[in-house]
């Protein structure tokens, strides 16, 4: 019988990118987070070339045909983990970036929410790293979209006159660029200095950096 | 013949990574350089794994003994490839940096040179990018060196009282992560912006973000 838990379903919808099909039931979600997860142990570990569907299963606990109701490919788990890591990292990031009274705040919140990410998920960055040479695709689509998230936030702010007003796509991925290294020197190396305390001495700099004076 | 020259030196003085043999003629520095730079377009065009020392030879147009003369193996000539192409960045930068007439004008500059070496060398992101996966060691002192180099210069700045007191290791990280993915956007991804103005929204954001008060 079909994880989806319906025959009308097991074709899924392939997302846009064909890395995955989408469950339609509690349980095919916990299925397919299941192998997500296994295959993010699995390729950090061994990395893309050495990983096999068949060690991802067996971190998982499902049988091979759950994972190919799924997956069509070793590849196409890859693409969707990258593309799940990167939504993992927003919806992270996100709450915390919302509920900050201004953006100067909020990049603040963002960065000390994504070294904490990082600390939990060291897995990451090797993953995404090697999308570079596995699946170019990926790699441009994870900081391209998390670029444009930015470079909208940080424009949103400008409108709202908190933000000086040329604010844009080299701010963004300037921000993105020091997000991503202070996470790989305070996330993944070592853990030797307290989040708040990057966060602070960073959004002290964009601060006097970033905002429109009065 | 050995391509040294002298008998004497053909044992080469291996470097502290043992990576590669230091020539001591003009002949010998000829030869290395011509197999360095066959060495990046090999790695860049293939990847570590399919690149091959008989491609890097001919490329350079050379023996095969000449390229074990400086290059104990393929590892080898990765590692000595990182290790040079950190040392070009550097060099290439260097001088703006230096003539710069304040530590801001020198971190514009630094980001300047840095941009138009990239969009000369494309190559290099695949490259240390790739040292993560082959030969991690080396990936990781490319950036703890020159994050260290950063740090060294903020920090000698703010000892003059050019910058805020407190700049520091995480300051480094943070520039050298904007300087990376800069370079990624618009010099390796597409050149669709003139590297003084990426450079000059840079400068204003850490001349307002790290400049001290008068």
Redesign the interface.
Known sequence: MSETGDGADSGGGATAEGAAKRPRTARGLRTQRAILDAAAVEFSEH?F?AASISGITRRAGVALGSFYTWFDSKDAVFRALVRDMSDQVRDHVAPAIRAAPDQIAAERAGLEQFLQFVRGHKEIY?II??A??VDAESF?LH?STT?DRIRERLQAAAARGELIE?VG???A??????????G???GV?AED?PTE??AD??A???????ARRG
Request: aromatic share 18%; glycine share 8%.
């Open positions: 990395g070339y090797r790293d090697e570079e040479f441009r900081y670029a040329e796509e080299v701010h991925w300037a921000i993105m660029g020091m997000n991503v290294f202070l790989l020197r305070f190396w200095r305390a990057i001495q960073v002290a700099m964009l601060a006097r950096g970033l």
